[in-house]
């Protein structure tokens, strides 16, 4: 069932860089939106980031603006996360997902439908 593979994901020391890409696995399918959320220990599960193909238009949660970037290809059903200034407080596994019909919310993890297995990121101190 899973249809998205998350990968990149590994230790970085604080102030690094990582980057995670997310492909489509299996069966194919089309995608209104793509993003990334992730999930620490003990905690509620994050917005990241999302990317809307229609106008190409991207969101970012307030933790992570000015440090991270996303990107992709809605042909190819792919999403990149580029990773700088990284502190150890972004440690988490992190979740590519995408929705198959259109929202209004892309900063909602129940509104997708599509999700990767999560790919651990650690950053040390």
């Known amino acids: 069932q899973v249809q998205l593979v998350e990968s990149g994901g590994g230790l970085v020391q604080a102030g690094g860089s990582l980057r995670l890409s997310c492909a489509a696995s299996g069966r194919t399918f089309s995608s209104y939106a793509m993003g990334w959320f992730r999930q620490a220990p003990g905690k509620d599960r994050e917005f990241v980031a999302a990317?809307?193909?229609?106008?190409?238009?991207?969101r970012y949660g307030d933790s992570v603006k000015g440090r991270f970037t996303i990107s992709g290809d809605n042909a190819k059903n792919t999403v990149s996360l580029q990773m700088s200034s990284l502190k150890p407080e972004d440690t988490a596994v992190y979740y590519c997902?995408?929705?198959?019909?259109?929202?209004?919310?892309?900063?909602?993890?129940?509104?997708?439908?599509?999700w990767g297995q999560g790919t651990q990121v650690t950053v040390s101190s």
């Open positions: 997902a995408a929705v198959t019909r259109s929202i209004v919310l892309v900063t909602s993890s129940s509104n997708y439908d599509r």
């Open positions: 990317i809307r193909w229609n106008g190409r238009t991207t």
